[in-house]
Each structure stands twice: as structure tokens, then as C-alpha cells.
């Protein structure tokens, strides 16, 4: 399951920071998933769930921010969130965009215990 390596990439990432810190205790990780992306925002929850069960870090929580996918025009400079596959931009019709963002997949913040 590719969202299970994924929540595991994601598990590493905080264990590593949260050492590097000084063993700070981290309740959260923000972590934000495009919607082109490929990633199931509901399987790495779910992948993210199973793996810090009956560990150390069972009250660590996912949080996921969804992305939209965003283009902007080429021709106009126009940004605007696709919606389904209407790919050409609303403002001058063009059908010269490119994608901005909306494949994203990376930690955001990560929220620690204390001061
Ligand atoms: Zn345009």
C-alpha cells in the first residue's frame, strides 16, 4: 500500500526532527496532500493510524490539509482552482495554463508539547 510508506516517511520525518529538537513531545504533524497528488488523504490516515498504534507515539495526530489543484494562465497570468478538468482559464479563455500547485505532499508544521 503506497500510503503506508508513505505515513511511514512522514512518522520518520517527526522522529527525527522531535531529536533533533531534544526529544521535544510532538502532539501533531500538519501535513499537506494535493489533490493530484496520487495520495487518498483517508488510506494515509488510515496507514498513519495503524502504524503509531501501540507505540510510543499512538498520540501523535495526522492532520491533513488538503490542496486544490491551481493553474495559471500564460496567457493573462490569471490563477484559479481547476474545477473537474476544466483546464482553460476563466478570464480570457485561454487554453495556455500550467499547473501551480496541487501535487503537493509535505509536512507543513509540526505542533510540540510545551511552551
Ligand atoms: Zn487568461
Known amino acids: 500500500m503506497h500510503e503506508l510508506s508513505i505515513a511511514n516517511s512522514i512518522l520518520e520525518a517527526v522522529q527525527a526532527e522531535a531529536a ?3 526529544g521535544v513531545c510532538v502532539r501533531s504533524v500538519g501535513v499537506r496532500v494535493g489533490e493530484w497528488s ?8 488510515f496507514g498513519f493510524e495503524a502504524l503509531v498504534k501501540d507505540t510510543a507515539w499512538k ?10 489543484r491551481r493553474q495559471r494562465c500564460t496567457a493573462c497570468g490569471h490563477e484559479f482552482a481547476v474545477d473537474g478538468y476544466e483546464w482553460n482559464c476563466p478570464a480570457c479563455n485561454s487554453s ?5 500547485s496541487g501535487d503537493e505532499l509535505e509536512i507543513a ?3 510540540v508539547e510545551g511552551p
Open 96 to 100: 495556455q495554463t500550467v499547473p501551480i
Open 59 to 68: 498520540s501523535l495526530k495526522l492532520q491533513i490539509e488538503r490542496c486544490p
Open 38 to 45: 496520487g495520495v487518498v488523504p483517508e488510506a494515509l490516515e
Open 20 to 22: 533533533r529538537r531534544g
Open 109 to 111: 508544521y509540526l505542533e
